[in-house]
């Protein structure tokens, strides 16, 4: 076993600005913005660079899709305790339409290139909330997936995983090499601090593109329209359920 | 640049510059005569040719520019500040039990804030003055963490820095640098506080002339309860050519060395997380090995030291006002009176228009002087750097006050961080050097400048040197407007008005020069970035252009008027009167009129 995991960073629009639509309605504004990694791509990292420190894991190894600004977030992962990065490098229109299908074809590609023993991703981004990059690697590399993690224990050349889902909390056991992404309760991610950016700056950022890897990323949708979501109306007081029935009626819901 | 304000200035120097070639003979100013402020003519930067109505273009634009990867480094190193005091700091608490938690102080420590400027070969993170000064933006959003921080490594810890030899620095700066081990400055005591040179503190060497004794109390040290290291300054006996003198000297003093005792910490109106408190010495053993510097010139050091650190306080201030922007501009938004909301009243967008405008303009100084102090060679900027600190304490002041007025009852109360910034900032003007003191050194230090190269010009003048005269004169006939000023400063026949001799005692002539320059550095430095940003096309340059040209105007004016209550005689001039008054007051201690209700009828 290699020892090496990699793990999916994401770049997207800080979770704390207010997103505004494009006038042409095309997309959202994303100049001049803060971006920030994704909350979830965080918490991917701090467990990777956890199991590095508790030495079952001997590389951590960053990936970023997307135009030059990606490795911003590949240099915060690395000032976080990852190793060294990839940058694949997607720019312009094929950026605009990069989604989880391409994202999964790069990242299986790039796990059997680096020998990768487990790949750790957020359980989705906050700006397309997809949730399906992590189980399409899975697929495409025939691996066994363990989604939305809460807990992670290695034990010998297997996994015991929980995951939270509707009805509750989940335990299963699986095979390396595995696919998991990460929720929210699996831990709480490190601040960079300043001593470990200026480490990072040593670190190794590699660019490649996605023909490299013999990934074609065209993608098969195609955005018609993005529009804000509909205003919240006012709501009316109602006296008596005798009203309510009338009220719908006439607002034709009922 | 206003070319009337540059004539009239360029005439006070050379009015001085009268009475220095009467007094033949004597080249020292006759200030220092006294003891009172010290001023050095060293080799100083941008802001010392402005009292010769010089403006060195060069020096100051374009405005300073970082390399790519700082531009890189910098967005890295703030994101984790921000969200760091954005998350993890609780600055109501801090207030309230007046003490900054260990968890959060051991924050601040992970994190490398408590040694940005140490070099990363003692453990720091070897940043330049200009990132130190962008991270102070994030860290003055709590007052009592930014003064812990500054008082720690912009004084606390910078005699070793920049005055320390190799083993002292190998010797202390790496535990200084983690944090494990924290600074302080200790210099005012209770008999000297502006007046740094009339410390009584004591050193004397033991008998077998390893160890130096100290004896005696220092007051307001900041970080003074829980400090492992301090620089302490003391007078020592030094041999002057065989004769003995009382001179001061730097010490690194480890709390460990023993008899070093710490009072209680003080109750103070704001900054209250931040350690105010007493130290006594006695008898304290310090080895000879741990005098910064040689024996005998500590004052120097001493100045040094808080002449590198002020520059800072400009970007704390704009960090401050910029938040504070943001805050009061949701309430001016939403809040509604006579069925408007408050940001359409004149008055209160008038205070968001000052705030902008101070924000830009402090910003601007601060990192126009940063960007100086990181030139290769070492310039010493400590003219700017008070002008930056006089401004930026000054308009914080009031940014801070105006701020509360537009939250109005609600800004009154502790439910809301206003009345709490405005604590916090009521010591901005008081420490690091008053603003008083800070005045004072602005207009004597430009204007013993002045007077050297001007007698240094009247020299050569004198020995025939007519081509340099006729030059000098030629220059000044292109740029003075015909208006002369007449400081009073020289009587009939050139004979020297006796106030001239004690212009070290007309504070208030001296402060309208200093406020004069203040302002000029100020339209400098905001010209220069808005120029760059013009240039390179930065987003909302317009805003910028307009921001630039409506402080310029309003200086411009505020200049003016200044210059003006500088003639003796000008009927804008109250100076005289105001002496009477605070004469009378004084003498009686009290308020004098009798009371208007009274009758003697």
Same mark, same amino acid.
């Given at each position: 076993?290699?020892?090496?995991?990699? #793990?999916?960073?994401?770049?997207?629009?800080?979770?704390?600005?207010?997103?505004?639509?494009?006038?042409?309605?095309?997309?959202?504004?994303?100049?001049?913005?803060?971006?920030?990694?994704?909350?979830?791509?965080?918490?991917?990292?701090?467990?990777?660079?956890?199991?590095?420190?508790?030495?079952?894991?001997?590389?951590?190894?960053?990936?970023?899709?997307?135009?030059?600004?990606?490795?911003?977030?590949?240099?915060?992962?690395?000032?976080?305790?990852?190793?060294?990065?990839?940058?694949?490098?997607?720019?312009?229109?094929?950026?605009?339409?990069?989604?989880?299908?391409? #994202?999964?074809?790069?990242?299986?590609?790039?796990?059997?290139?680096?020998?990768?023993?487990?790949?750790?991703?957020?359980?989705?981004?906050?700006?397309?909330?997809?949730?399906?990059?992590?189980?399409?690697?899975?697929?495409?590399?025939?691996?066994?997936?363990?989604?939305?993690?809460?807990?992670?224990?290695?034990?010998?050349?297997?996994?015991?995983?929980?995951?939270?889902?509707?009805?509750?909390?989940?335990?299963?056991?699986?095979?390396?090499?595995?696919?998991?992404?990460?929720?929210?309760?699996?831990?709480?991610?490190?601040?960079?601090?300043?001593?470990?950016?200026?480490?990072?700056?040593?670190?190794?950022? #590699?660019?490649?593109?996605?023909?490299?890897?013999?990934?074609?990323?065209?993608?098969?949708?195609?955005?018609?329209?993005?529009?804000?979501?509909?205003?919240?109306?006012?709501?009316?007081?109602?006296?008596? #359920?005798?009203?309510?029935?009338?009220?719908?009626?006439?607002?034709?819901?009922? | 640049?206003?070319?009337?304000?540059?004539?009239?200035?360029?005439?006070?120097?050379?009015?001085?510059?009268? /009475?220095?070639?009467?007094?033949?003979?004597?080249?020292?100013?006759?200030?220092?005569?006294?003891?009172?402020?010290?001023?050095?003519?060293?080799?100083?930067?941008?802001?010392?040719?402005?009292?010769?109505?010089?403006?060195?273009?060069?020096?100051?634009?374009?405005?300073?520019?970082?390399?790519?990867?700082?531009?890189?480094?910098?967005?890295?190193?703030?994101?984790?500040?921000?969200?760091?005091?954005?998350?993890?700091?609780?600055?109501?608490?801090?207030?309230?039990?007046?003490?900054?938690?260990?968890?959060?102080?051991?924050?601040?420590?992970? $994190?490398?804030?408590?040694?940005?400027?140490?070099?990363?070969?003692?453990?720091? $993170?070897?940043?330049?003055?200009?990132?130190?000064?962008?991270?102070?933006?994030?860290?003055?959003?709590?007052?009592?963490?930014?003064?812990?921080?500054?008082?720690?490594?912009?004084?606390?810890?910078?005699?070793?820095?920049?005055?320390?030899?190799?083993?002292?620095?190998?010797?202390?700066?790496?535990?200084?640098?983690?944090?494990?081990?924290?600074?302080?400055?200790?210099?005012?005591?209770?008999?000297?506080?502006?007046?740094?040179?009339?410390?009584?503190?004591?050193?004397?060497?033991?008998?077998?002339?390893?160890?130096?004794?100290?004896?005696?109390?220092?007051?307001?040290?900041?970080?003074?309860?829980?400090?492992?290291?301090?620089?302490?300054?003391?007078?020592?006996?030094?041999?002057?050519?065989?004769?003995?003198?009382?001179?001061?000297?730097?010490?690194?003093?480890?709390?460990?060395?023993?008899?070093?005792?710490?009072?209680?910490?003080?109750?103070?109106?704001?900054?209250?997380?931040?350690?105010?408190?007493?130290?006594?010495?006695?008898?304290?053993?310090?080895?000879?090995?741990?005098?910064?510097?040689?024996?005998?010139?500590?004052?120097?050091?001493?100045?040094?030291?808080?002449?590198?650190?002020?520059?800072?306080?400009?970007?704390?201030?704009?960090?401050?006002?910029?938040?504070?922007?943001?805050?009061?501009?949701?309430?001016?938004?939403?809040?509604?009176?006579?069925?408007?909301?408050?940001?359409?009243?004149?008055?209160?967008?008038?205070?968001?228009?000052?705030?902008?405008?101070?924000?830009?303009?402090?910003?601007?100084?601060?990192?126009?002087?940063?960007?100086?102090?990181?030139?290769?060679?070492?310039?010493?900027?400590?003219?700017?750097?008070?002008?930056?600190?006089?401004?930026?304490?000054?308009?914080?002041?009031?940014?801070?006050?105006?701020?509360?007025?537009?939250?109005?009852?609600?800004?009154?109360?502790?439910?809301?961080?206003?009345?709490?910034?405005?604590?916090? /900032?009521?010591?901005?003007?008081?420490?690091?050097?008053?603003?008083?003191?800070?005045?004072?050194?602005?207009?004597?230090?430009?204007?013993?400048?002045?007077?050297?190269?001007?007698?240094?010009?009247?020299?050569?003048?004198?020995?025939?040197?007519?081509?340099?005269?006729?030059?000098?004169?030629?220059?000044?006939?292109?740029?003075?407007?015909?208006?002369?000023?007449?400081?009073?400063?020289?009587?009939?026949?050139?004979?020297?008005?006796?106030?001239?001799?004690?212009?070290?005692?007309?504070?208030?002539?001296?402060?309208?020069?200093?406020?004069?320059?203040?302002?000029?550095?100020?339209?400098?430095?905001?010209?220069?970035?808005?120029?760059?940003?013009?240039?390179?096309?930065?987003?909302?340059?317009?805003?910028?252009?307009?921001?630039?040209?409506?402080?310029?105007?309003?200086?411009?004016?505020?200049?003016?008027?200044?210059?003006?209550?500088?003639?003796?005689?000008?009927?804008?001039?109250?100076?005289?009167?105001?002496?009477?008054?605070?004469?009378?007051?004084?003498?009686?201690?009290?308020?004098?009129?009798?009371?208007?209700?009274?009758?003697?009828?």
């Amino acid at each position: 076993m290699s020892g090496r995991v990699l #793990v999916g960073v994401k770049r997207v629009i800080d979770y704390a600005v207010k997103i505004r639509v494009k006038p042409d309605n095309t997309g959202v504004v994303t100049d001049g913005v803060k971006h920030s990694m994704n909350p979830f791509c965080e918490i991917a990292v701090e467990e990777a660079v956890k199991l590095k420190e508790k030495k079952l894991i001997k590389e951590v190894v960053a990936v970023s899709c997307g135009p030059q600004q990606s490795q911003e977030t590949i240099r915060t992962a690395l000032a976080m305790g990852a190793d060294r990065g990839i940058h694949v490098d997607v720019s312009g229109k094929d950026y605009e339409n990069l989604g989880p299908l391409q #994202v999964s074809k790069i990242l299986a590609a790039l796990a059997k290139q680096e020998d990768a023993q487990l790949i750790l991703l957020g359980k989705q981004a906050i700006d397309d909330d997809c949730n399906q990059t992590g189980q399409m690697t899975a697929a495409l590399l025939d691996w066994p997936q363990g989604t939305f993690a809460s807990e992670v224990s290695l034990e010998g050349d297997k996994i015991n995983l929980v995951r939270e889902i509707d009805g509750g909390l989940e335990h299963i056991k699986i095979n390396t090499p595995a696919v998991i992404t990460a929720d929210l309760r699996l831990n709480t991610p490190r601040y960079a601090t300043l001593p470990n950016i200026m480490k990072a700056k040593k670190k190794k950022i #590699v660019t490649v593109k996605p023909a490299d890897l013999g990934v074609d990323v065209t993608s098969r949708l195609e955005v018609l329209k993005v529009e804000e979501p509909p205003q919240r109306q006012a709501g009316m007081k109602v006296e008596t #359920v005798e009203d309510l029935v009338v009220k719908l009626k006439e607002a034709g819901r009922v | 640049m206003n070319r009337l304000i540059v004539s009239r200035t360029f005439r006070i120097g050379e009015r001085l510059l009268g /009475c220095h070639a009467r007094h033949a003979g004597q080249e020292e100013l006759r200030l220092q005569q006294r003891r009172s402020i010290k001023t050095h003519c060293r080799h100083l930067a941008y802001a010392k040719d402005l009292f010769l109505g010089q403006v060195n273009k060069a020096e100051v634009f374009p405005y300073p520019e970082i390399g790519n990867d700082e531009v890189e480094e910098i967005k890295q190193l703030v994101a984790p500040v921000e969200k760091f005091f954005s998350d993890d700091v609780d600055s109501a608490k801090i207030d309230r039990e007046a003490t900054i938690p260990l968890e959060t102080l051991q924050g601040l420590k992970d $994190l490398g804030l408590f040694g940005i400027m140490i070099p990363e070969e003692y453990g720091g $993170l070897g940043l330049s003055h200009t990132i130190y000064a962008r991270l102070n933006e994030i860290i003055a959003l709590d007052g009592s963490i930014a003064v812990t921080l500054a008082a720690h490594q912009a004084i606390g810890l910078k005699g070793i820095l920049i005055a320390g030899n190799e083993a002292q620095k190998k010797k202390y700066l790496p535990k200084l640098a983690s944090g494990e081990h924290i600074a302080a400055f200790c210099l005012t005591e209770p008999g000297s506080g502006s007046d740094a040179a009339s410390i009584q503190t004591r050193a004397t060497l033991s008998e077998d002339g390893k160890h130096y004794l100290i004896n005696g109390s220092k007051i307001w040290i900041s970080n003074g309860g829980m400090a492992d290291i301090m620089t302490v300054f003391a007078r020592t006996e030094v041999e002057v050519d065989g004769v003995k003198k009382d001179k001061i000297s730097a010490f690194i003093v480890e709390r460990a060395f023993g008899g070093i005792a710490s009072g209680k910490p003080e109750d103070k109106l704001g900054i209250r997380g931040s350690n105010t408190c007493e130290l006594s010495f006695d008898n304290v053993p310090v080895p000879v090995e741990n005098v910064i510097g040689e024996i005998g010139g500590g004052f120097k050091i001493a100045m040094n030291i808080l002449n590198s650190g002020r520059f800072s306080m400009g970007s704390s201030c704009a960090g401050m006002i910029k938040k504070l922007i943001e805050l009061t501009s949701e309430y001016a938004a939403t809040r509604k009176q006579f069925n408007k909301s408050l940001s359409e009243f004149g008055m209160i967008q008038e205070k968001f228009a000052m705030m902008a405008l101070n924000a830009f303009v402090m910003e601007s100084m601060a990192y126009l002087t940063a960007g100086m102090m990181d030139r290769p060679g070492v310039p010493d900027c400590s003219l700017e750097a008070a002008m930056v600190k006089v401004f930026s304490s000054e308009g914080g002041w009031i940014c801070v006050s105006e701020a509360l007025q537009v939250l109005g009852g609600l800004g009154y109360t502790k439910n809301y961080p206003f009345e709490r910034f405005v604590r916090d /900032c009521r010591i901005l003007p008081i420490f690091e050097g008053t603003n008083e003191i800070l005045r004072m050194y602005i207009a004597l230090t430009g204007m013993q400048y002045a007077g050297k190269i001007l007698t240094g010009k009247i020299k050569e003048m004198k020995k025939g040197n007519i081509g340099l005269a006729i030059g000098m004169v030629g220059k000044k006939l292109r740029t003075s407007l015909g208006a002369s000023v007449d400081l009073g400063l020289t009587g009939k026949d050139g004979v020297v008005h006796p106030s001239l001799e004690t212009i070290v005692d007309e504070q208030l002539v001296l402060k309208r020069v200093a406020d004069v320059l203040i302002h000029m550095y100020a339209m400098t430095a905001v010209l220069s970035r808005a120029s760059r940003s013009i240039s390179i096309g930065l987003r909302n340059h317009d805003h910028e252009v307009l921001l630039a040209n409506t402080f310029c105007n309003d200086a411009f004016f505020k200049n003016n008027y200044w210059m003006v209550q500088l003639q003796k005689h000008s009927p804008e001039n109250n100076d005289a009167n105001i002496k009477k008054i605070a004469k009378q007051v004084l003498e009686n201690r009290a308020y004098i009129c009798s009371h208007p209700l009274e009758r003697t009828y």
